[in-house]
């Protein structure tokens, strides 16, 4: 079954930097790699020339003949809300009617 990943992302073009956000599906229990980044940012409509740094996952693009780099941020902190125990938590909650 495939599970959603959330891949938060920021362009830097100049020193303009916008953060972004996308959605990449992986089987199982995988863990994102440079490829499934780099198909997820080319989906985003970025056109992608190069690997810049393999190891934080940043990127080299192009649009319109300028180069710009987009960084992945893969430690990004994920929410710790947990829906189904805010849902759990309000049915035992005292209400005023």
């Known amino acids: 079954m495939k599970k959603e990943h959330i891949v ?3 362009i830097i073009h100049g020193k303009e930097v916008k953060e ?3 959605l ?3 089987e199982g ?3 994102p790699n440079a490829e499934d980044y780099a198909r997820l940012l080319k989906d985003y409509g970025h056109d992608i020339t190069r690997l810049i740094d393999p190891y934080h996952f940043i990127y080299e693009a ?3 003949g300028e ?3 987009i960084d992945v941020l893969e430690n990004y902190e994920k929410s710790s809300r947990d829906p189904e125990a805010e849902h759990l938590a309000k049915n035992f909650m005292k209400h005023d009617y």
């Open 8 to 10: 938060h992302f920021k």
């Open 29 to 31: 229990d995988e863990e």
């Open 24 to 26: 990449l599906y992986l």
């Open 62 to 64: 192009q649009k319109d």
């Open 20 to 22: 972004l956000r996308g």
């Open 67 to 69: 180069i710009y780099k």
